[in-house]
Every structure is written in C-alpha cells, then in structure tokens.
C-alpha cells in the first residue's frame, strides 16, 4: 500500500514537472499538459505611434499629438487613442494631426507594433504630406 | 535511504495539523465564487445538463465551503471545475490551477478543522464522552500544492527566458496596453524601471521555484511571493491567480507551525 502511494506520488509530481514541458519546450497544444506561460497573449499588437513636424525654416519638434487632438490630459482620451491595436488607427491619428498644422510644414510619423520578441519598427519618419490623405 | 526514497517519504510519509488544509478549503471556495459565482447562476443555462450542472456545482462548493462531508465535496468540487475548464474550455491558468488546487485537497483531511464536520465530530466525542477529535492527519495533498507552486515559477521562469522579457520589452508592452493614455514613457528612466521590473520578476521567480523547495528560505520568499503576487493582482487583470498563489503558500509552511500560531494568535498558547 505504501509502495503503491509513493508510485502514485511521484507519477503526480512527475506530470506536473514536465507536462508544462509539451507546450512550452515542444510547442504542441494540449489543455491537460498545462503550460505555465504568465501575460500569454497581454500586450500584444499595441501600436505606438509619434510624430515629428519640421518647420520650413529648418526648425523641428515631436508633436505632443494628444494635446494636439483636444486630450493633454491622456487619460481623458477616448479608448481607441490609448491603445492602438491596428495600422489603420495610426494613420486615422495621423490625418487628424495633419489637419491640424499649417500645409508647410512637414509631417513625418514613426510607429512601431509590439510583438512576442518586442518592439518592430513598422515605419520611421513616414513622411505624411499635406495632400496625403485626399479631400472628399 | 536515497533521495529519490527521502523526496517520496517527504511526501507521502507527511503528517500533520488539518488546519492549514481547512484554511486553504475555505479560501478556495470563495476564490471559485468569486471567479464562477456569476457565470455559474443555473439561469445561464437552462438546458438540462447545463442547468443540472450549475446546481451541483454550488451544492458541491457549499459542502465544501462548511466543510460538511469535506473530502467529497474537495472531490466534487474538483469535478465541476475540471468540467469547467475540460468541457467548457475555460483554459486560463487561473482556472487550472483552481482545479489543480481543489483535487490536491481530496489528499488532505480539510474536515478535520473548521468545518460541520468537526462540529459533528465534537458533538459525537462528546455524547461518548470522549475527548476532541484531534485535528491531525496525513498531508499528502499539501505537499502535492508544494510542488505545483515550484513547478509552477520554475516554469514560469522559463517562459521568461526571452531578450524581450528579461529587458524589460514585454513590461512595456503590458503597460501600454493596460495604462496607454498615462504617456509613461515620458518618466526618465522609463525603460531602465521596465527592465529592472523585467529581469527582477524572472529572478524574484526563480527564487520562488528554489526557495519554496528549500524550508530554510521560507521566511524570506513567502513575504516577497506575497508582496510579489499582490503588487501584479494590483496592476494586472490577472483574476484569482495571484490570490489562489498566496493562498497556497499556506501548503508550503509547516502545517504545525500554522497550528500553534493560530493558538498562539487565539491566546490559548503563552511563549513560542
């Protein structure tokens, strides 16, 4: 009897030890090999998005685009600005930012996508020119 | 006696305080209401199996709860849950390690201590005038949560094991999503907290997965495991995890250290 609650024992320790083991070592799925994977899935695909202007008298600055969309305040912002989670947002955001400068001055937009191995840099200094988006 | 005997007598040669255990029964079940209570109301399934379901699950958790046929109730707890997360595809680990939790305790004599069984119990004792029924028994099931909770962080740790992660650059990507708007990345030195966050949490497990393991750690990881667990169910959605993580801490100590502190707290035990 206590040999046969010690196998059972050690058969139980066995399986929680390396059942993990199927999912994250041989990247199969199955729910009963339970992987121990902490923020699987959280935070992925969030876009970040910036923008810098350059003045036509050579002269530059980031765009404080929140403040410039009518939210200095970021947590007042609707939820779609806080966390953006498609490339269409970010040039939805960038149509309304040009909209709100002079014509002259050159728009460029850096935005970059978050991913399991970290940041990718989608686009660098995207020049966003005043008749990028077309009037209707 | 070799290791491979030492680690199994450790286990199963376990014999304690049934108190640790109760605690641990009664905490659970409020964690499983807390996380099922809504989803689990009988009106949200009115088909037969469903509705059938949802009825013995909260028999089954309220049995466990009182504590009133206890290793039956852990065991049929156990079931509804398993079905929860198996039949239903409830797959967080949350919910696993809910379930994995309960079934440990069919393992354990929860009912020896605060429950209707120990009521019942002293009142039989009583009429036979005999005395208490001690609250003692083999704890096998707490040292099967033990090992969970290790695998558990060794696993964890594991995961972790990535440039992105130990930088810092997953940190951030949780804090954009979770607090975008807050413009964090403006605060110097942003990137330098995401990454001593980042590689202090993998480190911090990592000596969760040893020191849990090794009782002489005790008094120093369980306090940062705690703090630890509080500070991310604070800043993360993570539901019962980090509550059901503290709570099985109570698995890892002594199961008659816990009993004679419980005395002590209740006066009933003078010096330590």
Same mark, same amino acid.
């Given at each position: 009897m206590r040999n *046969? #609650?010690?196998? *059972?024992?050690?058969?139980?320790? *066995?399986?929680?030890?390396?059942?993990?083991?199927?999912?994250?070592?041989?990247?199969?799925?199955?729910?009963?090999? #339970?992987?121990w994977v902490m923020f699987?899935?959280?935070?992925?695909?969030?876009?970040?998005?910036?923008? #810098?202007?350059?003045?036509?008298?050579?002269?530059?600055?980031?765009?404080?685009?929140?403040? *410039?969309?009518?939210y200095a305040d970021g947590r007042k912002a609707p939820a779609d600005l806080r966390k953006i989670t498609q490339i269409g947002q970010t040039f939805a955001i960038a149509k309304e930012v040009r909209k709100r400068l002079p014509a002259e001055d050159k728009l460029f937009m850096s935005a970059r996508v978050s991913g399991e191995d970290g940041w990718t840099e989608i686009y660098r200094d995207y020049s966003i020119s005043a008749d990028f988006f077309p009037a209707r | 006696m070799n290791s491979l005997e030492r680690f199994i007598s450790w286990g199963i040669d376990y014999r304690g305080s049934s108190r640790s255990s109760g605690l641990i029964r009664i905490?659970?079940?409020f964690l499983i209401w807390a996380r099922f209570g809504n989803a689990m109301l009988p009106m949200r399934e009115l088909e037969t199996f469903g509705f059938l379901f949802r009825i013995f699950y909260f028999t089954a958790t309220l049995a466990m709860a009182v504590g009133f046929l206890s290793r039956w109730a852990c065991a049929a707890s156990a079931w509804c849950l398993g079905m929860i997360y198996f039949y239903y595809g409830h797959t967080p680990h949350h919910v696993y390690l809910l379930f994995i939790a309960t079934a440990c305790l069919v393992l354990t004599p929860s009912g020896k201590s605060y429950s209707v069984d120990r009521w019942l119990a002293l009142r039989r004792a009583e009429r036979k005038n005999l005395p208490p029924p001690e609250e003692w028994?083999?704890?096998?099931?707490?040292?099967?949560? +033990?090992?969970?909770?290790?695998?558990?962080?060794?696993?964890?740790?594991?995961?972790?094991? +990535?440039?992105?992660?130990l930088l810092?650059?997953?940190?951030?990507?949780?804090?954009?999503?979770?607090?975008?708007?807050?413009?964090?990345?403006?605060?110097?030195?942003?990137?330098?907290?995401?990454?001593?966050?980042?590689?202090g949490s993998a480190i911090l497990e990592a000596g969760l997965a040893v020191g849990l393991a090794v009782p002489r750690f005790h008094r120093v990881v369980i306090p940062a495991g705690v703090v630890f667990h509080l500070v991310i169910y604070v800043l993360f959605p993570v539901h019962t995890f980090s509550l059901t993580m503290i709570l099985l801490y109570l698995a890892v100590m002594p199961a008659d250290a816990v009993h004679w502190w419980i005395d002590w707290m209740q006066g009933m035990r003078r010096t330590r």
């Open positions: *046969l #609650r010690g196998a *059972l024992f050690l058969a139980v320790v *066995l399986f929680m030890a390396f059942g993990p083991a199927y999912q994250q070592v041989f990247r199969r799925e199955c729910r009963a090999l #339970r992987a699987e899935g959280y935070g992925l695909n969030i876009w970040q998005v910036r923008f #810098r202007i350059e003045r036509p008298d050579g002269s530059g600055e980031e765009v404080k685009w929140m403040a *410039l969309l009518g | 905490g659970l079940v028994g083999n704890l096998l099931g707490l040292r099967l949560i +033990t090992c969970q909770l290790v695998v558990i962080y060794f696993w964890a740790v594991y995961g972790k094991m +990535t440039p992105a992660f810092g650059v997953r940190f951030q990507h949780l804090l954009a999503e979770f607090y975008g708007g807050l413009n964090l990345e403006a605060i110097p030195g942003f990137a330098w907290m995401c990454l001593i966050a980042g590689g």
